[in-house]
């Protein structure tokens, strides 16, 4: 049985895998979005500058409001909100719809994006914060780079509105496995958690952002 450190990670992981996938799937499904929704070629580019732009200007806020309301609660609104973003881009009958539902992924993945290493930083501590913190950052990576090659293969095999569609029930079963058993929760002291608040190293907070080129 893993512990609930590990279930915290693979969250983490999987939430971050998929709005920066998102970022980048989108490209190679243009044509075919453009086709079924008749869109124009400014439509195309808000397709996805909404969830770019959104996702930027948001990051900031969102961690200020993770001091106040708690990580974890912002970080599981932030998979609420982007699952839901995903299934009106799945099902948007026009492209204005699916601009503003782009918006609403963009929402919910920077409550994702800026409340990540701060879970993680809380849950680890020595060498093991390094080999999460690591592993977070492969997930980054092979997130954008990965990104078109998925894009095509479930645009060209499901059609474009899977590669929406297909983050609702990855999205659902996220939450469910961050909770952990009863009795398996362990407190730890208020002067740890003040402390951990902000340890999150701004030198990766920078690196992410540039593998996004938001900064």
């Not at 914060?129 to 980054?140: H, K, N, S, V």
Request: proline share 4%.
């Amino acid at each position: 049985m893993l512990e609930r450190k590990w279930w915290t990670l693979i969250v983490v992981c999987v939430g971050i895998f998929m709005l920066l996938l998102d970022v980048t799937i989108v490209n190679v499904a243009l044509p075919d979005i453009q086709l079924d929704l008749g869109s124009s070629f400014s439509q195309l580019q808000w397709v996805i500058d909404a969830y770019a732009l959104a996702l930027a200007a948001l990051v900031l806020t969102a961690g200020s409001l993770a001091d106040l309301y708690g990580r974890r609660r912002l970080f599981a609104g932030g998979v609420l909100v982007f699952t839901l973003g995903s299934l009106l881009c799945g099902v948007a009958p026009t492209a204005t719809t699916l601009v503003l539902a782009r918006g609403a992924q963009g929402v919910g993945g920077a409550m994702m994006f800026a409340t990540s290493l701060a879970l993680l930083a809380h849950e680890f501590h020595g060498r093991e914060r390094g080999t999460a913190f690591g592993i977070w950052g492969a997930t980054t990576g092979g997130a954008v780079a990965i990104g078109p090659l998925v894009g095509g293969l479930v645009t060209e095999t499901l059609g474009w509105r899977w590669i929406f569609l297909l983050n609702v029930p990855i999205g659902v079963a996220a939450p469910c496995q961050r909770v952990p058993r009863p009795g398996a929760r362990r407190r730890r002291p208020a002067r740890r958690a003040r402390v951990h608040r902000r340890a999150v190293p701004a030198r990766l907070r920078a690196r992410a952002r540039k593998q996004l080129g938001l900064g």
